[in-house]
Nanobody, 126 residues
């Protein structure tokens, strides 16, 4: 059974850091592009950062470029999102997604990746 499970969300003060993890199972992880998305209350889902199966190709949305870093460990079937200098506007539910036949830019701008995780809440507030 294919699963993507996010963890590492929580409450953090403005300027703080969090690292999200996306643990995958049930499919050939290394052959899939993986991405991080978020959805804030009352807003649409936004593609933040995506990474190719090899980890050699990355894409970042302008809203997170320079603050967020995506990485993956194919031996552990896990993708990470290191988030620094967090702002209140980063408050959202964060999702990971997987797709086999697209590159990072296509995944991050897609509305229908093949697979989604259940989401993790990130709240940035003092």
């Amino acid at each position: 059974q294919l699963q993507l499970v996010e963890s590492g969300g929580g409450l953090v003060q403005p300027g703080g850091s969090l690292t999200l993890s996306c643990a995958a199972s049930g499919f050939n992880f290394a052959s899939h592009t993986i991405g991080w998305f978020r959805q804030a209350p009352g807003k649409g889902r936004e593609g933040l950062s995506c990474i190719s199966g090899s980890g050699m190709s990355l894409h970042y949305a302008d809203s997170v470029k320079g603050r967020f870093t995506i990485s993956r460990d194919n031996a552990q079937n896990t993708v990470y999102l290191q988030m620094n200098n967090l702002r209140p506007e980063d408050t959202a539910i964060y999702y990971c997604a997987a797709d086999k036949d697209v590159g990072p830019y296509r995944l991050c701008t897609s509305t229908d990746p093949d697979y989604w995780g259940q989401g993790a809440q990130v709240t940035v507030s003092s």
